[in-house]
């Protein structure tokens, strides 16, 4: 089978990568996803990542014990910059080369991120992992995921989560819940399903921009959305 797309923005969730822990990263899970990504590089598509920093701390969150939400969320930004690495680390273990890019300058880290640059890298084969978000308070990653998707004209967004769609309700706490195999953004908003925020989701309708929805946890998924196969919530 061929792939049905030439480049990706996979959004990767921060929470996703504590697996049964309680916070922090399971190297298992890290090191699946640095397995499927290179599935799917090895199949020729070119491979983008916003990953989020939720594992380690969470913007919001900080509001509760006080934190000033500015400071908090870049607390936020630079967790998901220890994910990134965290990545980056696992995907250049399996022969795969990457890039970090951050929206806030940190050149002993990471380049800044530069859209031509980042462009290219695609082009050379290797995988650009997105951090710090937007490198702006008050914009999750979700909305930096869809931002750096269009800056770099990729094809889909897809978004990895632990369930396999968009369900009207929550899956996890109403068993009658029923899945949407595809829906329009604007459905997204009017329902208020808690996909992606509401930027995300209006920034992604405004420029065309396809969002697949699936469970990441199964490997081998990442490559059967590339593939085109009829998995997840298809939002257009």
Excluded: W
């Excluded at 890019?101 to 050149?107: A, L, Y």
């Amino acid at each position: 089978m061929e792939p049905v797309y030439k480049r990706i923005l996979l959004k990767l969730s921060g929470e996703a990568l504590m697996g049964e822990q309680e916070f922090g990263i399971d190297s298992k899970v890290i090191s699946s996803y640095a397995k499927q990504i290179k599935d799917v590089v090895n199949l020729g598509v070119e491979v983008a990542v916003v990953i989020g920093g939720g594992n380690i701390f969470r913007g919001l969150s900080g509001e509760e014990i006080g934190i000033d939400r500015v400071t908090g969320d870049h607390m936020g930004m630079l967790a998901t910059m220890i994910n990134s690495l965290a990545l980056q680390n696992a995907i250049e273990k399996l022969g795969i080369p990457t890039r970090v890019q951050s929206g806030i300058e940190m050149p002993k880290v990471a380049e800044p991120f530069i859209k031509r640059r980042a462009q290219r890298h695609l082009e050379k084969g290797r995988v650009v992992i997105f951090g710090a978000g937007t490198g702006n308070p008050y914009f999750t990653t979700d909305t930096a995921a869809v931002l750096r998707a269009v800056e770099i004209n990729a094809d889909v967004v897809i978004k990895a989560t632990k369930v396999d769609g968009i369900y009207d309700k929550d899956p996890v706490k109403y068993p009658d819940a029923k899945k949407y195999e595809t829906i329009t953004y604007t459905e997204v908003l009017n329902k208020n399903l808690k996909v992606m925020d509401a930027a995300a989701i209006s920034l992604c309708r405004d420029n065309k921009l396809p969002l697949i929805v699936f469970n990441s946890l199964i490997e081998g998924n990442i490559e059967k959305v590339v593939l085109g196969e009829k998995i997840g919530t298809v939002v257009v």
